[in-house]
T-cell receptor, first 112, second 113 residues
Framework: KAGVTQTPRYLIKTRGQQVTLSCSPISGHRSVSWYQQTPGQGLQFLFEYFSETQRNKGNFPGRFSGRQFSNSRSEMNVSTLELGDSALYLC???????????FGPGTRLTVL | DQQVKQNSPSLSVQEGRISILNCDYTNSMFDYFLWYKKYPAEGPTFLISISSIKDKNEDGRFTVFLNKSAKHLSLHIVPSQPGDSAVYFCAASEVPNDYKLSFGAGTTVTVRA
C-alpha cells in the first residue's frame, strides 16, 4: 500500500510570496494533519482535517490555511511568506484521526 | 510554549549497549505518550506508545517507562544497533491516539560500531 506522499519535496520562495503544499494520504485514510518542523522546536501542530472539515488548529497566524478535498487529499497554503516560515512541513494521515498517524517525507520550504 | 521537552539534542552509544532517551512534559492533561523515529529525508515513523495508566510498555528491543508524578518518560533501546541511528521524537496527547500531538525537539542517536 502506498504511503503518504507530499509534493513538492523542496521549494524555494522569497518573502512576501505565497505557497501551496500538497499531501496525499494513504488510501482509505480520511484524517490529515499538518505539522511544521523547525530546528530546536520539534514538530508543531498546524491543523487537522477530516472529511473536508477542519477539526482543530494550532497556534499559527491566519497566514497559514488549509483545506481537504473529497478524495481526502489536502493542501496547505502560506501567504505573505516570512523568513521564519522556512521549515520542513510534514503531513500525517490516519483512518479517522483517533489511530496511529503515518507521516509523509515532508516538504522543505526555504524562504529567502 | 514547549510542553514536551527533550533536553538532550544528541546521544552517542556503542553498538550492543543500551540507549536511554529522556523526555519531560509540563501539561498535566497529557494522557498518552508516543515515540517516533525519523531517518533523514523520511517522515517520522511510530515506534512505541504508552498510556498514562501504565508505567512501562515493551516492544522487542524498545521499552518506554512513564513516571507521571515526575512528568517524565524515557525510551530504552537494548541492545542498540547501527540501524537505530536516527532522530527520536517524544510526543504526547491529551487523549489516546489523538491527531493533535505535541512533540519534543528530538534527540539524534548515533550508534557506533
Amino acid at each position: 500500500k502506498a504511503g503518504v506522499t507530499q509534493t513538492p519535496r523542496y521549494l524555494i520562495k522569497t518573502r512576501g510570496q505565497q505557497v501551496t503544499l500538497s499531501c496525499s494520504p494513504i488510501s482509505g485514510h480520511r484524517s490529515v494533519s499538518w505539522y511544521q518542523q523547525t530546528p530546536g522546536q520539534g514538530l508543531q501542530f498546524l491543523f487537522e482535517y477530516f472529511s473536508e472539515t477542519q477539526r482543530n488548529k494550532g497556534n499559527f497566524p491566519g497566514r497559514f490555511s488549509g483545506r481537504q478535498f473529497s478524495n481526502s487529499r489536502s493542501e496547505m497554503n502560506v501567504s505573505t511568506l516570512e523568513l521564519g516560515d522556512s521549515a520542513l512541513y510534514l503531513c500525517a494521515s490516519s483512518l479517522s484521526g483517533t489511530d496511529t498517524q503515518y507521516f509523509g517525507p515532508g516538504t522543505r520550504l526555504t524562504v529567502l | 510554549d514547549q510542553q514536551v521537552k527533550q533536553n538532550s539534542p544528541s546521544l552517542s552509544v556503542q553498538e550492543g549497549r543500551i540507549s536511554i532517551l529522556n523526555c519531560d512534559y509540563t501539561n498535566s492533561m497529557f494522557d498518552y505518550f508516543l515515540w517516533y523515529k525519523k531517518y533523514p529525508a523520511e517522515g517520522p515513523t511510530f515506534l512505541i506508545s504508552i498510556s498514562s495508566i501504565k508505567d512501562k510498555n515493551e516492544d522487542g528491543r524498545f521499552t518506554v517507562f512513564l513516571n507521571k508524578s515526575a512528568k517524565h518518560l524515557s525510551l530504552h533501546i537494548v541492545p542498540s544497533q547501527p540501524g537505530d541511528s536516527a532522530v527520536y521524537f517524544c510526543a504526547a496527547s491529551e487523549v489516546p491516539n489523538d491527531y493533535k500531538l505535541s512533540f519534543g525537539a528530538g534527540t539524534t542517536v548515533t550508534v557506533r560500531a
